[in-house]
């Protein structure tokens, strides 16, 4: 699976971003998309993830302010993240955990895209 994550970029505090990926290849089913994200200096962590069911799980730091959605018939998947704060500044990646035809059942992460929310 090859996954391409865009829409980072600079935002005041308080400010919105919504970030994309797009996955392709040979996908028979995506089961699980998730974003992480890695704070300057710190450990990636779980920010969102949406399971094929819909239901969504999100950090704690991000909740009432991040929403996760997916497209499932375009395999695409969306992080809406309001009243941003200068510690969600990070490289957020997106991740999957698929069923396709040339890996069987394994998770893939895409490229990483920065997210900078100035004070």
């Known amino acids: 699976v090859q996954l391409q994550a865009s829409g980072g970029g600079l935002v005041q505090a308080g400010g919105s971003l919504r970030l994309s990926c797009a996955a392709s290849?040979?996908?028979?089913?995506?089961?699980?998309m998730g974003w992480y994200r890695q704070p300057p200096g710190k450990r990636r962590e779980l920010v969102a993830a949406?399971?094929?069911?819909?239901?969504?799980n999100y950090a704690d730091s991000v909740k009432g302010r991040f929403t996760i959605s997916a497209d499932k018939a375009k395999n695409t998947g969306f992080l809406q993240m309001n009243s941003l704060r200068p510690e969600d500044t990070a490289i957020y990646y997106c991740?999957?955990?698929?069923?396709?035809?040339?890996?069987?059942?394994?998770?893939?992460w895409g490229q990483g895209t920065l997210v900078t929310v100035s004070s």
């Open positions: 949406v399971e094929i069911d819909d239901s969504t």
């Open positions: 991740t999957v955990h698929a069923h396709t035809e040339s890996t069987g059942f394994a998770d893939s």
């Open positions: 290849g040979n996908i028979f089913r995506i089961y699980t």
